[in-house]
């Protein structure tokens, strides 16, 4: 009998390595991530936690989703990417109450 046992993928891997690159940009800016365990299946997969000039916590937090992919369309003669995201994680984000932030990280180039 085939085990029912879920496995992980490339896809997931590639996710990881997306979100891992961020929350290191994140840290190098003297900032803090939270990466949420299973975000990428609730659409956040990062908690940004910001500080002033004099290193104070700020209150609230930023909600980050990262979208990876290994061909990236950048359309021509702009600096926009075209990336398809589900109508429910528009709807999710346009309704957060804190920022959001949508960050599209190029597997292949290893660039957020």
């Known amino acids: 009998m085939p085990s029912r046992r879920k496995r992980r993928v490339q896809q997931h ?7 891992n690159h961020v929350a290191g940009i994140v840290v190098d800016a003297g900032f803090v991530p939270l990466v949420v365990p299973g975000g990428s299946d609730y659409g956040t997969d990062i908690l940004l936690f910001t500080f002033d000039a004099q ?15 290994a061909h990236l369309k950048r359309l021509k003669r702009s600096n ?5 995201i589900s109508k429910r994680d ?3 984000w ?18 957020a």
Do not use: C, H, M
């Not at 891997?13 to 979100?19: E, L, N, S, T, W």
């Not at 926009?80 to 398809?84: E, G, I, N, S, V």
């Open 94 to 111: 346009l309704n957060e109450t804190s920022p959001f932030v949508l960050v599209l990280f190029g597997n292949s180039t290893g660039s």
């Open 13 to 19: 891997i590639v996710g990881d390595a997306g979100v």
């Open 55 to 69: 290193g104070r916590a700020e209150n609230g937090d930023l909600r980050v989703q990262v979208k990876t992919s």
């Open 90 to 92: 528009l709807q999710l």
């Open 80 to 84: 926009a990417y075209d990336f398809d």
